[in-house]
């Protein structure tokens, strides 16, 4: 089987107005992001979706776009899209980062070898290490005060025992958020926080030792990307369990916290470290040494979710059961660009046990929503 084309298209997909984020990145209000189809001589089609936000990779829709189409594709063409790992290695060879970009394609190599096998992408990953469906936390936003106790209301309603609040902007307000919320949720749900890496170690000890009577069992990313010594210095001071995620892209940052002995968990998703394959190779590694791993979100149409459960669901070591993960990013937007769209009900994910990716995109809602401006 050979690739013959790579078809690009940029996105635009609204938020549904209770679940728009805002974090320390910044506002999230409308997706732009890229999805793509690589096409064979087979006649089998796979999906991949680059789910880009320039804040948090650098890359943007127009970016992606470019690069698939002007370096990635006239390279790609003629390959063997179900040789993934040489798939991986011309994309390597000729361009840094662009993990997104990357993913997107190589989830719809994916798609396409669960195809042609007959089979989920989890069985070609090694099998189903546990079901099907997928138990997750709710990420909200750095909303008011107002809105943060009406939308814990609503979750612990909903279903969801973990929840996960955004801190890293103002200090006092993200403790005053965290303080309601815990109030709102009661003593025995599960409270995480995460900063995207807002804070300094200092602010992140002090602001923790603010939030000391809020049982917070989860730290995700206090420090900025980079600086492993900064995590690994508020992992000896506070309380509460870190998580890896803004800091952690590839292998190598993932083998700099397990040296730095900077966290207690690592979230991977394979936007982020771009691919399937990459982000099995992390979980491993992290498994070996000892460290949990779990599930982080850009907040996913359907097809990069779909990718991320296969990830899940092949991965023993992705211990979604003790640290629950975020893979609700479909619930977010205002509409689907798939057929089938995953199913989706309160914390729980499940995705269908249909060959490759197992999602079926509506390429005519995909069109409709271009957005080229």
């Known amino acids: 089987m050979k690739i013959t084309a790579i078809k690009t298209y940029p996105v635009r997909i609204p938020l549904k107005p209770e679940r728009r984020m805002i974090s320390a990145l910044g506002k999230h209000d409308v997706s732009k992001y890229l999805v793509l189809r690589v096409e064979t001589d087979a006649g089998i089609e796979g999906a991949g979706e680059a789910t880009v936000i320039s804040r948090w990779s650098g890359e943007t829709v127009w970016g992606a776009q470019?690069?698939?189409?002007?370096?990635?594709?006239?390279?790609?063409?003629?390959?063997?899209?179900?040789?993934?790992?040489?798939?991986?290695?011309?994309?390597?060879?000729?361009?840094?980062?662009?993990?997104?970009?990357?993913?997107?394609?190589?989830?719809?190599?994916?798609?396409?070898?669960?195809?042609?096998?007959?089979?989920?992408?989890?069985?070609?990953?090694?099998?189903?290490?546990?079901?099907?469906?997928?138990?997750?936390?709710?990420s909200m936003g750095a909303y008011s005060l107002e809105q943060a106790e009406r939308r814990t209301k609503e979750l612990v309603g909903a279903g969801f025992s973990t929840i996960k609040v955004k801190v890293g902007t103002n200090v006092d307000e993200d403790v005053a958020r965290v303080k309601l919320v815990r109030e709102t949720m009661g003593p025995d749900l599960e409270l995480t926080i995460d900063a995207n890496a807002g804070w300094d170690a200092a602010t992140a000890i002090g602001a923790m030792?603010?939030?000391?009577?809020?049982?917070?069992?989860?730290?995700?990313?206090?420090?900025?990307?980079g600086d492993f010594a900064a995590l690994a210095e508020v992992r000896r001071a506070i309380e509460p369990e870190i998580m890896a995620d803004d800091i952690c892209f590839d292998l190598a940052d993932a083998k700099e916290c397990i040296r730095n002995e900077a966290c207690d968990v690592i979230n991977v998703y394979p936007g982020k470290n771009g691919g399937i394959s990459k982000t099995?190779?992390?979980?491993?590694?992290?498994g070996q040494h000892g460290i949990p791993c779990s599930i982080g979100s850009n907040l996913e149409l359907?097809?990069?979710?779909?990718?991320?459960?296969?990830?899940?669901?092949?991965?023993?070591?992705?211990?979604?059961?003790?640290y629950p993960g975020d893979i609700l990013g479909p619930e977010y937007h205002e509409l689907s660009i798939v057929k089938n769209p995953l199913q989706i009900e309160g914390p729980v994910i499940t995705i269908p046990d249909l060959p490759g990716l197992g999602i079926e995109v509506d390429w005519g809602i995909v069109e409709a929503h271009s957005n080229d401006s």
Not at 118 to 125: A, D
Not at 209 to 225: G, H, I, K
Not at 280 to 286: E, G, H, P, Q, T
Not at 302 to 322: G, K, R
Request: aromatic share 6%; hydrophobic share 45%; with cysteine.
């Open 302 to 322: 359907d097809i990069a979710s779909a990718a991320m459960c296969h990830s899940v669901v092949a991965c023993p070591n992705m211990n979604i059961e003790q």
């Open 66 to 138: 470019a690069i698939v189409d002007r370096i990635f594709t006239p390279l790609l063409l003629g390959h063997d899209p179900c040789d993934i790992e040489n798939v991986n290695l011309v994309m390597d060879k000729i361009a840094q980062g662009n993990w997104f970009a990357k993913s997107a394609i190589e989830m719809a190599c994916w798609d396409i070898k669960g195809k042609e096998a007959g089979q989920p992408v989890y069985e070609l990953l090694g099998g189903a290490a546990r079901s099907r469906s997928i138990k997750c936390r709710f």
């Open 209 to 225: 030792q603010r939030m000391s009577d809020c049982n917070v069992a989860l730290f995700e990313q206090p420090t900025p990307r």
């Open 280 to 286: 099995v190779a992390i979980v491993d590694y992290a």
